[in-house]
């Protein structure tokens, strides 16, 4: 993948603080959520060290053709008005069905009160715009994309 223009001068100043280029690893420039105001809530929470991890449908990368994130992969979080924030390295990934998600990646996800009743309520709803979007039903086995990762850069992420 290339990197967006519009994030060029943020991961040229990421780069200048590796010593390899890391544009190899570059997997997306992307936002949180498909609405401002929760895409803008969520990566603050990334900023404030509280999100760990995020959750998405591998039909929607089924769909689109794009390949789920690996680890080591290095992706620009925005906001919802495409503002280059962060720089996270993707940990680890794992495919499970929607119903098996379980309290620790909930905690991870770090939204609202951390618990796993939260994260369903949340994302039952995204999930369901999303499986509107693509044309799919939501299914309680649909297979969720369970991403953890870490900030890379900025090291102290500036709210």
């Given at each position: ?8 001068t ?6 200048r603080?590796r ?6 690893r570059?997997?997306?420039a ?11 809530a ?9 999100k760990r991890?995020?959750?998405s ?5 089924e769909?689109?053709g ?5 680890p ?5 979080v ?9 720089v ?15 309290e ?24 369901a ?9 939501p299914?309680p086995?649909?297979?969720?994309v ?8 900025p ?5």
């Amino acid at each position: 993948m290339t990197v967006p223009d519009r994030c060029a001068t943020f991961w040229r100043a990421f780069a200048r603080t590796r010593s390899v280029d890391p544009t190899p690893r570059f997997f997306e420039a992307f936002h949180f959520d498909d609405n401002a105001s929760d895409a803008d809530a969520l990566v603050a929470l990334v900023l404030a060290g509280r999100k760990r991890a995020t959750a998405s449908l591998l039909w929607t990368y089924e769909a689109t053709g794009k390949r789920v994130p690996a680890p080591g992969d290095l992706s620009i979080v925005t906001d919802f008005a495409g503002t280059p924030l962060c720089v996270i390295e993707t940990d680890r990934v794992d495919v499970v069905p929607l119903d098996a998600v379980d309290e620790a990646f909930a905690a991870d996800e770090g939204e609202g009160n951390g618990s796993l009743a939260f994260w369903r309520r949340v994302h039952d709803a995204y999930f369901a715009r999303e499986c509107q979007r693509i044309g799919r039903a939501p299914r309680p086995d649909m297979p969720v994309v369970c991403e953890r990762f870490a900030i890379v850069f900025p090291d102290r992420p500036v709210l």
